[in-house]
C-alpha cells in the first residue's frame, strides 16, 4: 500500500525519487526500495521523514483514512466525559455498531442447501443418509455447504465446522468434494506428472486416482470453513 501510495504522490507532484530521497535525507536505495515494494515493512522513522517532506501525515502518506471535522468533534466530547460519561458513550456505540453491521450482513447474506451427514463419512458421504438444511451465509461464491458431524477430518477439519464450496473444479493442492458412484468425497486435488489424485485427509480413505479429470464429478472447491 505504501508503494502504491508513494508512486501516485510523486507522478502527481512530478519528483523523482532521486529528489525525493534528497528531500527526506534519505539514502536513494532506501526510498527506490519502498518504492517498488522491496522493503515491506520500513522503519517508522523512514515513513515519518517521508511524510515530512510531503506535507502530510503519515496516515494520508500509508493511505488510511484521516479523521473529519464531526468525528474529532465527537473523540474530543468524549476525552472531556468523566468515567460515568466515557462508558455510557462506549456502549452506545458498541450496540450501535452492532447493530449495523448486522444490517449490512443480513443484506449481503444468501441462503445455500447444506448437507448433513449421517453416515461414517470416511467412507464417503451418502447422499440417501444426509438431511439437507438452509445455511445462511455472506459468503457471495458459496452454493453448497457440507456440515461435518465427525472429528475424523481433524486438524483440516473439525466436527460442527460447515465447508462451504464454490460451483468450480479445484487447482491442484485445493481441497474439493467430488462425486463418485452414489457417495460424495471431501479430498485434495493434486495434479502430478500426468496423474490425477483426489488424496484423503490424514489417510482416512483412500486416495482416488484418476487418469482423466472426466472419470468423476466434483461438487465443488472449498472457499470458507465456518468454524462453530
Not at 105 to 120: A, G, M, T
Amino acid at each position: 500500500m505504501l508503494s502504491d501510495r508513494l508512486k501516485d504522490v510523486l507522478a502527481e507532484r512530478e519528483i523523482s525519487v532521486a529528489d525525493f530521497a534528497e528531500m527526506c535525507n534519505l539514502p536513494v536505495e532506501t526510498v527506490r526500495n519502498i518504492y517498488y515494494g522491496k522493503t515491506a515493512d520500513p522503519k517508522l522513522s523512514t515513513v515519518f521523514k517521508m511524510a515530512s517532506a510531503l506535507k502530510m501525515s503519515v496516515n494520508t502518506l500509508v493511505g488510511e483514512l484521516e479523521i473529519d471535522k464531526e468525528e474529532r468533534c465527537i473523540i474530543n466530547y468524549y476525552r472531556q466525559c468523566g468515567t460515568h460519561g466515557k462508558a455510557i458513550i462506549g456502549l452506545v456505540a458498541k450496540y450501535e455498531a452492532t447493530s449495523a453491521r448486522a444490517d449490512r450482513d443480513s443484506v449481503n447474506k444468501h441462503k445455500v442447501p447444506c448437507l448433513i451427514p449421517h453416515n461414517d463419512i470416511r467412507k464417503g458421504i451418502i447422499y440417501d443418509a444426509c438431511e439437507t438444511v438452509e445455511y445462511e451465509t455472506s459468503v457471495q461464491e458459496a452454493y453448497v455447504g457440507v456440515k461435518i458431524t465427525t472429528n475424523d477430518l481433524i486438524p483440516k477439519f473439525c466436527k460442527g465446522d460447515v465447508i462451504l464450496f464454490a460451483n468450480k473444479f479445484p487447482k491442484s493442492g485445493e481441497y474439493g468434494a467430488f462425486i463418485k458412484g452414489d457417495r460424495a468425497f471431501i479430498r485434495q486435488f493434486v495434479e502430478e506428472a500426468g496423474q490425477y489424485t483426489l488424496k484423503s485427509l490424514h489417510n482416512i480413505g483412500d486416495d482416488i486416482v484418476l487418469k482423466r479429470l472426466d472419470q468423476i464429478e466434483y461438487i465443488g472447491t472449498c472457499i470458507e470453513v465456518i468454524r462453530t
